[in-house]
Nanobody
Framework: VQLQASGGGLVQAGGSLRLSCAAS????????IHWFRQVPEKEREFVAS????????SYADSVKGRFTLSRDNAKNTVSLQMSSLQPEDTAVYYC?????????????????????WGQGTQVTVSS
């Protein structure tokens, strides 16, 4: 499975962006999908995750109520709708795929195995 993250950009505080994680390869629905974000000199931070069929989701407290994760297995795509963006949301956002769905986030990208990672997409929120 190869993951391609896209949709990042520059937005003003209070604005919205929609990130996508598109997968190529087989059996996309067999993978849980996660989003992490990272700013320079800081650890990669959990943002959200979604299980295989999209029935279960988990969000970091910092994004609850503002970010919504969904997936379309027919299109091999996971979308992260981000609203009410704040400057502290500025980061490179990465999607990752794992065979197992890890319930009860947040967790570190080093806590569990993530079989595949996308290349990251930059989100910049100006004040």
């Amino acid at each position: 499975v190869q993951l391609q993250a896209s949709g990042g950009g520059l937005v003003q505080a209070g604005g919205s962006l929609r990130l996508s994680c598109a997968a190529s390869g087989h059996a996309f629905s067999s993978y849980a999908i996660h989003w992490f974000r990272q700013v320079p000199e800081k650890e990669r931070e959990f943002v959200a995750s979604i299980d295989y069929g999209g029935e279960s989701r988990s969000y970091a407290d910092s994004v609850k109520g503002r970010f919504t994760l969904s997936r379309d297995n027919a299109k091999n795509t996971v979308s992260l709708q981000m609203s009410s963006l704040q400057p502290e949301d500025t980061a490179v956002y990465y999607c990752a795929a794992s065979i197992l769905y890890y319930r009860g986030g947040p967790y570190s990208h080093t806590d569990y195995p993530f079989e595949y990672w996308g290349q990251g997409t930059q989100v910049t929120v100006s004040s």
